[in-house]
T-cell receptor
């Protein structure tokens, strides 16, 4: 069975600090996909990134970066120079190949204080 | 940019009543999903739908739930006799193809059962 663990329930940082959100996953599939979604207070799910299991290259998008390590089954997300607008709940998710359902972690609530 | 839409944004109903949540997936997409998020909890898969039939469903998706695509554009989730514990945010998602499992989420419908 697939499982996603986000051990950090809540994180609070001061604006401009860097913050890393942890995600550990379990799967027996050789082909799988990892995702991060942002859920602001308004409630919608905002897609941030999708990574497939064959691509371990780290990715950077502006202040966001992702570190995918198959050896530790982790897909961590770092926000550099955090801003108040980054305050949200962040979900890591996992799916198998094909159009299989996403399995979400419990989320990490990030609060960025001005 | 095409997007998944959901109506209503908020539905309030009395326990025991039937509700229908509506979704309009992106027009050329082939795979459709419903997910549920109880307040403060993680997003959970309910059901996936392809080629006019259910392709996969979770344990949550019991006989009280049904889905259909009545007219080639709408994708609906019906709850026959709502319970208090059905109160949640319901997200619809659609996906264009089998590769990459790229699921696009709608903004959600918040269902409140009184």
């Amino acid at each position: 069975a697939q499982k996603v663990t986000q051990a950090q329930t809540e994180i609070s940082v001061v604006e401009k600090e860097d913050v890393t959100l942890d995600c550990v996953y379990e799967t027996r599939d050789t082909t799988y996909y990892l995702f991060w979604y942002k859920q602001p207070p308004s409630g919608e799910l905002v897609f941030l990134i999708r990574r497939n299991s064959f691509d371990e290259q780290n990715e950077i998008s502006g202040r966001y970066s992702w570190n995918f390590q198959k050896s530790t089954s982790s897909f961590n997300f770092t926000i550099t120079a955090s801003q108040v607008v980054d305050s949200a709940v962040y979900f890591c998710a996992l799916s198998g190949s094909g159009n299989t359902p996403l399995v979400f972690g419990k989320g990490t609530r990030l609060s960025v204080i001005a | 940019e095409p997007e998944v839409t959901q109506t209503p944004s908020h539905q309030v109903t009395q326990m025991g009543q039937e509700v229908i949540l509506r979704c309009v997936p992106i027009s050329n997409h082939l795979y459709f999903y419903w997910y549920r998020q109880i307040l403060g909890q993680k997003v959970e898969f309910l059901v996936s739908f392809y080629n006019n039939e259910i392709s996969e469903k979770s344990e949550i998706f019991d006989d009280q739930f049904s889905v259909e695509r009545p007219d080639g554009s709408n994708f609906t989730l019906k709850i026959r006799s709502t319970k208090l514990e059905d109160s949640a945010m319901y997200f619809c998602a659609s996906s264009p193809r089998e590769v990459y499992n790229e699921q696009f989420f709608g903004p959600g419908t918040r269902l409140t059962v009184l």
